[in-house]
C-alpha cells in the first residue's frame, strides 16, 4: 500500500478520533473532508468532487462509500478494508445508499456526526443527506471535530512539513533568479513549480498567488500572465507541498529602486511579524496573535489597507484550498499549542499609492519560540 505513515501512527490517531467521539456521545461520524479520510487511512484521491464518505463508528470499525473509479485507489493508498461502491446511473442517488448500509451497521436512532463544513459536501450533497437521515438517526454538526484534532502534528508530519519548507525555500530561490525587468511572470510561475515537482514535491492544494503592477495588489490567483516592467512589483505566494502537507510563503518582491512607500510598508510588515514572533506560543491564542498584527498596522495608519486575517493553521490539506480551518483572526479563542505548523501573513494593499507589500512564512511552534521553517530571512526582496 502507498502510505506515508506507520500503522502504528494510524492506530493512535483512530484512538484519538473515538476517544474524542465518545466525549461527545456520537455513535458514528460520517467524514466528508478528504483531509480526514487521509489523516485516519492513507486514503489519497481527488475523489472527492463526487459523493463519497468515511463511516467511523464508535468502535473504530470503518466503511468507505464511494464510486467505482476509486474502489482501487482505496485499496492501494488507505488501510480501509471493507469498502463500498454506489452505482453511477440515471438518477442516482447515493445518500440512499448511504442510509442502507447505515441500517447495516446497526445505527437506526443513533447519534451521528456529520462533517458539514468541507470541500468534499456540495449543498446538494447536504440537502440529500438531511432527507434520508431525517426520520433515521439523530445528527450532529461535527465539522471541526477531526480538523482540531489535526492541530498538533506528530513527529512524522512535522518531518513531511519540514521537507515542504525546503521545497517552499528552493522555489523562491527560483523567483529571486529570474525576477527581473523584461522577465515574464510565466517564466517565474513555471520555474517554481518545477522545482518543488523536481525535488519530489506535490502539487499544492491551490494555486500559486502571481500578480504584478496593478495585479500585485491581488490576494488570489488570477488568469493571464504578465511582463515585468523596469519600475514594477511582484506579489508571490506559494507553499511547497509533501505527502500533502504543506509550507507556505509569501513575498513581494521590488523591481528598480524601492519608493519610500515601499520601503515603509515593508518596515511594517517586518515589524508586525516580528511582534507577533513573541506571541506565537503556548498561553497565546490565535485571536492574540491577530491582535498584535492590527495593534502594529494600526499604529502605523495602515488600518485601511490590512486584511482581517493575518494567517492560518497548515498541514496535510486538498484542493481548493491549503488552509486550515482555524485563522488567526478577531476574537479566535483557539489556543496555540506545541506542535502545530502555522503560517503567518502580512498583507499591505495600498490602493491610494497602488503599492502592494506582503511577508509570510511558515513556523512550527514550540515550548517557547516559535520556529521559522524558512531558511529565508524576513528582508526586503528588490531585482
Known amino acids: 500500500m502507498a502510505m506515508h505513515f506507520s500503522e ?17 456521545k456520537l455513535d458514528a461520524i460520517l467524514l466528508f473532508a478528504q483531509e480526514s479520510m487521509y489523516w485516519l487511512t492513507g486514503y489519497d484521491t481527488f475523489g472527492y468532487c463526487f459523493f463519497q464518505t468515511l463511516v467511523v463508528k464508535a468502535d473504530g470499525s470503518k466503511v468507505l ?14 488501510n480501509i478494508s471493507d469498502i463500498r461502491v454506489w452505482v453511477d446511473r440515471a438518477n442516482a442517488d447515493p445518500s440512499v445508499d448511504l442510509k442502507d448500509m447505515l441500517n447495516e451497521l446497526d445505527l437506526l436512532g443513533a447519534r451521528i456526526g456529520v462533517e458539514y463544513d468541507t470541500h468534499g459536501m456540495t449543498g446538494h450533497t447536504a440537502h440529500l443527506i438531511d432527507r434520508q437521515l431525517m426520520n433515521f438517526c439523530e445528527v450532529i454538526d461535527a465539522s471541526l471535530l477531526v480538523g482540531k484534532l489535526r492541530l498538533i502534528k506528530s513527529e512524522a508530519e512535522i518531518a513531511f512539513t519540514t521537507e515542504a519548507a525546503r521545497l517552499a525555500d528552493i522555489a523562491l530561490d527560483e523567483a529571486i533568479r529570474l525576477t527581473r525587468a523584461g522577465a515574464n511572470e510565466a517564466e517565474i510561475l513555471s520555474a517554481m513549480q518545477a522545482a518543488i515537482l523536481a525535488g519530489g514535491g506535490d502539487y499544492p492544494a491551490n494555486e500559486f498567488v502571481i500578480g504584478s503592477g496593478a495585479d500585485a495588489l491581488l490576494c488570489r490567483y488570477k488568469s493571464g500572465r504578465r511582463t515585468l516592467s523596469e519600475r514594477d512589483q511582484l506579489t508571490l505566494e506559494w507553499a511547497g507541498a509533501s505527502a500533502h502537507y504543506h509550507a507556505a510563503m509569501m513575498r513581494t518582491i521590488v523591481i528598480g529602486a524601492p519608493e519610500p512607500r515601499q520601503t515603509e510598508l515593508f518596515e511594517a510588515c517586518r515589524d508586525a511579524i516580528e511582534a507577533i514572533e513573541l506571541v506565537l506560543r503556548p498561553g497565546n491564542t490565535f485571536g492574540t496573535v491577530f491582535d498584535v498584527h492590527a495593534r502594529v498596522m494600526d499604529e ?4 485601511r489597507h490590512r486584511l482581517n486575517a493575518c494567517g492560518y493553521s497548515l498541514g496535510a490539506r486538498f484542493s481548493p484550498s491549503w488552509m486550515e480551518q482555524q485563522m488567526f483572526h478577531a ?7 506545541p506542535g502545530m505548523t502555522l503560517f503567518v501573513h502580512m ?3 495600498d490602493s491610494e499609492s497602488g503599492f502592494a507589500m506582503t511577508l ?3 513556523y512550527l511552534t514550540t515550548e517557547d519560540a516559535p520556529k521559522p521553517l524558512s531558511r529565508h530571512p524576513l528582508s526586503l526582496l528588490t531585482a
Open 8 to 24: 502504528r501512527e494510524y492506530t493512535q490517531r483512530m484512538d484519538r478520533l473515538t476517544a474524542q467521539m465518545r466525549e461527545e
Open 65 to 78: 462509500l464511494t464510486r467505482s473509479a476509486d474502489l482501487r485507489q482505496a485499496r492501494h493508498t488507505s
Open 300 to 303: 502605523r495608519g495602515l488600518a
Open 331 to 337: 476574537g479566535n479563542p483557539q489556543e496555540i499549542a
Open 347 to 349: 498583507i499591505i494593499m
Open 360 to 362: 509570510g512564512q511558515t
